[in-house]
C-alpha cells in the first residue's frame, strides 16, 4: 500500500524557518519524482516545488524560489522542503504527492502557519 505522510509543519513567525518531511512506503522512492504543494484558506491548491528521481533535479513556483529548497533522501524514503524567510502568504497545508500512475496519489498534508 502507497503511502505518503508529511510532518514538520507549525506555526512560525515571518522571517522564520521550517523543515517539512514527506516520509513514503510501498513503492520505489528512487525511481520517481516527488512534488510539493500546499492550499491556503480558500484558494486552489496550488504547485510549490518538484525533485526528479536521480539526479534530483529541482524546479520551484516563482513565488518560493530562493527561500525554499526541495531535496531527497533515497535511502530513508524521504523528501523534504527547507523554508526560510517565512512569509505571512506561505500559510496553508502542504502536501506532497507522487504520480505512480495517471493520477497522483497525495498525502494527508501539514499545516504551515506564519504569523507574528
Known amino acids: 500500500q502507497v503511502q505518503l505522510v508529511e510532518s514538520g509543519g507549525g506555526l512560525v513567525q515571518p522571517g522564520g524557518s521550517l523543515r517539512l518531511s514527506c516520509t513514503t512506503s510501498g513503492f520505489t522512492f528512487s525511481r520517481y519524482g516527488m512534488n510539493w504543494y500546499r492550499q491556503a484558506p480558500g484558494k486552489e491548491r496550488e504547485f510549490v516545488a518538484t525533485?526528479?528521481?536521480?539526479?534530483?533535479?529541482?524546479n520551484y513556483a516563482d513565488s518560493v524560489r530562493g527561500r525554499f529548497t526541495v531535496s531527497r533522501d533515497n535511502a530513508k524514503n524521504t523528501m523534504y522542503l527547507q523554508m526560510n524567510s517565512l512569509k505571512p502568504d506561505d500559510t496553508g497545508v502542504y502536501f506532497c504527492?507522487?504520480?505512480?500512475?495517471?493520477?497522483?496519489?497525495w498525502g494527508q498534508g501539514t499545516q504551515v502557519t506564519v504569523s507574528s
Open positions: 504527492n507522487v504520480y505512480l500512475g495517471r493520477d497522483p496519489t
Open positions: 525533485i526528479t528521481s536521480i539526479p534530483g533535479i529541482t
